[in-house]
């Protein structure tokens, strides 16, 4: 199992556009990736669980992968959040 | 058959499908699907889900080709996304619950809707989040509902609009041609919705609360605009009795249409009485005059403005205007100011909420903040009226320097135009609005700088009433006849004659036949109304002479409250219009 902290960093939040990239991004993974906010853990490569979150600009998450490639997806993740989804 | 209240504001019978806007606003029946048609319904959810899929598609295509900036592309790759994960709940719950593939998607929509505003949301992340899964939501919904009526697709079929409410934009964007009725939940006699639906001989019924749940697209309903009744899936006798009576109702107007028209608009005993018309866009000219129109006595020039993204260029205001002029074939033609700001919402400026919308920034006082819209139109004004009778009137005036600011703009861009070497009609008539009581009180006085008065009833009985004409819970305040309302029209008349304005009348009541005479009585010599209400007008007028409306008009002032008004003016026209009352 592979675990990070991040901050979503995008002045608009975790809003449709940058949920569709997550949601792509963790279906490509043999692992199961989590996005967890304030203890509640959602799939993130469900785009509805992902924007249920309401994760706006500032929230701290938890992303969790379990699996085979699991340190792989979490890093992955870490990119696009670092490179905030490439739309800022 | 199901029964529903509401007010009637726009006479007449339409039967036909229902077809219901506000999709995301629609609760549906917990209708349990039978076992044997599961599959059937999976599949036509899939077929609906498809559809979308190549919708949205061709709408990320679409927005690609056309706009650049924002990334509308993006956010629809988003709802592609959130379609697809739909799916599998939504299937589980037909399988599961036996719901309908509708009331599966609308409850799963609606638990993400409620998740996502159980918190705060003070950035308003969450509520733009909830406009994207209504807007999938409304997709999935019209690809389903297609299935079922007739009336999708732009309204192939004819079918009665039903609606929570319609803003002006979204009412001009119906096809006219195609709709047999209006059903809403909210509004009043004199909403938007109403006017319109007067103005183009369609019935309608608003103030039908869950008007809009109460009712599943593709039914057959019953609109009866006279009695403010709908019917919703009728048995076969009330469709036959319905069938009869709009056959009849269809031919009492045409009749009247046709006797009337040829006929002078002069009262019994030879007064020559104006009968103007009222329009909202320019293709109502036409019919305008179809109808017997003497000119335009009220041309509201706000639904150019809700028409396009942003406020209308001086070129298309020129055009307009001038198409009226041209379809008026030389008849006198008033062009309002826009009067915008309270109810009529105004989706290409920013009007920041006020507390009190209709005692706060509109008509005039609205156009004095917006010195380019203001600017904009006159000179558009000006420049059409090189090419016809145009008047110009100011809506919204409760000051007599309000005139004088309105007149000294108004002369500033004459002398732009004269020194661009412009054409227009230096002599243009200018004049008001009455429909404050402040202005109507002191119509005397604003007679001085003005050169006619037209009495905006809808506005001015509201304002002498204290009642908003939207609240449905207090629309019997709503009075038209009361006394106050009657003295009030009765002194700006006699304001105007002794000053020597013409005064005109261009709200509802110019145009309600129980009104007519009265009117006359107190000296009104010209009536602006919506078109199809003038060949009635004109009935009653050439049934009365001018002493008759003048001992009528005593009479009603005699009374104490609206409703011994109402009683003595409709026992009064039911021998003339027997077919109305």
Do not use: W
Request: net charge negative; hydrophobic share 40%.
């Amino acid at each position: 199992m592979a675990e990070i902290t991040l901050t979503v960093q995008n002045k608009h939040g975790l809003h449709v556009r940058p949920a569709t990239q997550l949601a792509d991004l963790a279906g490509k993974f043999k692992s199961r990736v989590e996005i967890v906010k304030d203890g509640h853990a959602v799939a993130a490569r469900s785009i509805i669980e992902l924007l249920t979150l309401a994760a706006a600009h500032g929230t701290v998450l938890t992303v969790r992968a379990e699996g085979p490639d699991a340190a792989e997806a979490v890093a992955a993740v870490e990119k696009l959040f670092t490179s905030r989804f490439g739309l800022e | 058959m199901q029964i529903l209240k509401g007010t009637p504001v726009s006479p007449g019978i339409g039967i036909g499908e229902a077809f219901v806007l506000d999709i995301e606003e629609y609760r549906l029946p917990r209708r349990a699907v039978p076992m044997e048609q599961v599959e059937a319904e999976i599949a036509r959810f899939e077929t609906a889900v498809e559809s979308v899929v190549t919708e949205i598609k061709g709408d990320i295509a679409r927005v690609e080709a056309s706009i650049a900036g924002e990334n509308l592309p993006g956010i629809f790759q988003g709802h592609l996304a959130i379609v697809r994960d739909l799916v599998a709940p939504v299937i589980e719950a037909v399988k599961k619950y036996r719901f309908t593939p509708e009331h599966a998607v609308s409850k799963k929509v609606r638990t993400i809707v409620k998740q996502l505003t159980s918190n705060e949301d003070p950035t308003g992340f969450a509520s733009r989040l909830v406009a994207d899964f209504t807007d999938v939501e409304k997709r999935l919904m019209r690809a389903l509902f297609g299935e079922r009526t007739s009336a999708r697709d732009n309204g192939r079929a004819k079918s009665v609009i039903f609606a929570r409410d319609l803003t002006p934009s979204q009412t001009i964007a119906l096809d006219r041609t195609r709709i047999l009725g209006f059903v809403t939940e909210f509004g009043g006699k004199t909403s938007h919705t109403a006017i319109l639906a007067r103005a183009q001989g369609i019935p309608a019924v608003v103030g039908i609360e869950n008007a809009t749940r109460d009712v599943s697209g593709g039914d057959i309903v019953i609109v009866d605009g006279t009695k403010g009744m709908v019917i919703v899936e009728p048995d076969e006798e009330t469709l036959r009795k319905y069938r009869a009576l709009e056959r009849n109702y269809v031919n009492f107007e045409r009749r009247t249409s046709d006797e009337m028209r040829q006929q002078p608009s002069a009262t019994a005993d030879g007064i020559q009485i104006a009968l103007l018309a009222n329009i909202e866009l320019p293709d109502e000219a036409e019919h305008a005059r179809n109808c017997g129109a003497g000119g335009i006595g009220l041309f509201r020039t706000e639904f150019m403005f809700f028409d396009a993204r942003n406020p209308p260029d001086e070129k298309t205001q020129f055009e307009a205007y001038r198409k009226v002029l041209r379809d008026m074939e030389g008849r006198p033609v008033t062009i309002r100011a826009l009067d915008i700001g309270a109810d009529k919402e105004f989706a290409s400026g920013t009007i920041a909420p006020e507390r009190n919308p209709f005692l706060g920034c509109r008509g005039i006082r609205y156009l004095f903040e917006r010195m380019d819209l203001f600017r904009t139109q006159l000179r558009a004004v000006l420049r059409a009226s090189a090419f016809g009778r145009v008047r110009i009137m100011f809506p919204m005036i409760s000051t007599l320097d309000e005139v004088k600011q309105a007149k000294a703009i108004l002369e500033d861009v004459r002398e732009e135009l004269t020194s661009e070497g412009v054409e227009f009609d230096p002599e243009i008539p200018v004049g008001i609005m009455i429909e404050v009581p402040s202005a109507a009180i002191s119509a005397d006085i604003l007679c001085s700088e003005v050169d006619f008065l037209s009495i905006g009833t809808n506005d001015l009985v509201q304002y002498v009433m204290a009642v908003d004409r939207m609240n449905e819970k207090i629309s019997s305040l709503y009075q038209p006849g009361h006394p106050s309302v009657l003295r009030l029209i009765r002194q700006v008349i006699e304001a105007g004659a002794l000053s020597e304005r013409p005064v005109s009348m261009c709200g509802e009541m110019s145009g309600d036949p129980l009104f007519t005479v009265p009117l006359l009585g107190f000296g009104l010599r010209s009536f602006s109304a919506m078109p199809t209400a003038l060949p009635t007008v004109k009935k009653v007028l050439r049934s009365v002479t001018l002493e008759e409306a003048r001992e009528v008009g005593r009479e009603v002032l005699k009374l104490q409250d609206s409703h011994h008004v109402i009683e003595f003016l409709t026992e009064r026209t039911r021998k003339i219009l027997p077919e109305m009352f």
